[in-house]
């Protein structure tokens, strides 16, 4: 089956550290874009980071530039937010979700075609 | 950065009625259609439903389509189905920040 399924979401303290994962199977993961994309209980979607099929370029939401860090190993087909200084305004279930490739062109369209359940990151003293 | 309004907030609607949802973008979008659409039903993940503004996704029924290209764009729900009430977003992929819309909530009247 073609799916994303995240891990790691808990409850953590302000100021505290944690790591997520998103484990992809049934695709080409180390040929896709990949991003983490979040949304607070009963809000809309926010786009958090993004990284290229190689790893060699990111990019990250200035509410979280500094603090948090995407990365992916591909032969373990699995992609990663490394998040640390952790704010109550974090809380959110976190998505993962892989981008397209123009067949033609091989530039990435940065819309998203497959998305985990998501897994949810509390921060709370 | 590229903000999108969406509109109205919510849209109430019977079963079989059609639905015209709006998404206008604060400046043009880079590309002129980097724009999509997603669904969201309750305790799920968003799901892919049209990109460049008016493709279908896969496996995307015909009833939903997608117009529109620099500022304002349109997702339009022919006779909507039980499964179609949800809440849809807009997002803009033409330039980074990665943007969405604040999302329409369609539910049933």
């Known amino acids: 089956d073609v799916q994303l399924v995240e891990s790691g979401g808990r409850l953590v303290q302000p100021g505290g550290s944690l790591r997520l994962s998103c484990a992809a199977s049934g695709f080409t993961f180390s040929s896709s874009a990949m991003s983490w994309v979040r949304q607070a209980p009963g809000k809309g979607l926010e786009w958090v980071s993004s990284i290229f099929s190689s790893g060699a370029a990111t990019d990250y939401a200035d509410s979280v530039k500094g603090r948090f860090t995407i990365s992916r190993d591909n032969p373990k087909n699995t992609l990663y937010l490394q998040m640390s200084s952790l704010r109550g305004e974090d809380t959110a279930v976190y998505f993962c979700?892989?981008?397209?490739?123009?067949?033609?062109?091989?530039?990435?369209?940065?819309?998203?075609?497959?998305w985990g359940r998501g897994t949810l990151v509390t921060v709370s003293s | 950065e590229i903000v999108l309004t969406q509109s109205p907030g919510t849209l109430s609607l019977s079963p079989g009625e059609t639905a015209t949802l709006s998404c206008r973008a604060s400046?043009?979008?880079?590309?002129?259609?980097?724009l999509a659409w997603y669904q969201q039903r309750p305790g799920q993940a968003p799901r892919l439903l049209i990109y460049g503004a008016s493709s279908r996704a896969t496996a995307i029924p015909d009833r939903f389509s997608g117009s529109g290209s620099g500022t304002d764009f349109t997702l339009t729900i022919s006779r909507l189905e039980p499964e179609d009430f949800a809440v849809y977003y807009c997002?803009?992929?033409?330039?980074?920040?990665?943007?969405f819309g604040p999302g329409t909530n369609v539910e049933i009247k």
């Open positions: 400046q043009t979008i880079s590309g002129s259609t980097y």
């Open positions: 997002q803009q992929y033409g330039r980074l920040p990665l943007t």
């Open positions: 979700a892989k981008s397209p490739r123009n067949s033609l062109t091989g530039s990435v369209h940065w819309n998203f075609d497959l």
